[in-house]
């Protein structure tokens, strides 16, 4: 692949050889209808950012529909148990999962007694545990899910933290 120079220095020959009657224009029209590796180039780089942005509207649509199957969730945990609606809210639910899933979305495994992980939970408050719980996840407030192997969403956590203790004896 030439560099950008390399190119112009060459049109720049090719053009003075046209001019003093050389062989040159056969070669300056097959130059002047080939793509160029700076035209190849960008042409890369244009589907690459394509691609990139494609990728990123897809997660951001995807995020948005863990929001409605999170407005699920809290609505069947504040529903009567023995109720119509919540065996419809439950097929919705189960139906948006599916589709979800269909796309390579993936809930985590996120459980209370799991050691917290910046990379894959969001700390959103702390609670006063024994010393030996400190570090873990107490409560999982909304699950972290996958796409393709990636995180989509972090996990909403309540995070153990030991109690403080004041020591008269320093």
Not at 55 to 60: N, P
């Amino acid at each position: 692949m030439r560099s950008l120079d390399e190119t112009l220095a060459r049109r720049r020959r090719l053009a003075l050889e046209a001019e003093r009657g050389d062989d040159a224009p056969r070669s300056f029209d097959r130059l002047a209808t080939e793509p160029s590796a700076i035209e190849a180039s960008s042409r890369e780089r244009l589907a690459r950012a394509a691609r990139r942005e494609t990728e990123e509207g897809r997660r951001r649509v995807l995020s948005d529909m863990l929001d409605v199957l999170d407005d699920l969730d809290r609505a069947l945990a504040a529903a009567p148990a023995a109720s119509p609606i919540v065996e419809g809210v439950s097929l919705v639910r189960a139906k948006m999962l599916g589709k979800l899933e269909g796309h390579g979305v993936r809930r985590g495994d996120d459980a209370p007694g799991t050691a917290f992980d910046p990379a894959r939970h969001a700390a959103v408050g702390t609670i006063e545990v024994a010393p030996e719980a400190a570090g873990h996840v107490v409560e999982v407030l909304t699950p972290a899910y996958f796409v393709d192997g990636e995180l989509l969403r972090p996990a909403s956590v309540i995070v153990g933290r030991a109690a403080y203790t004041l020591d008269h004896n320093r």
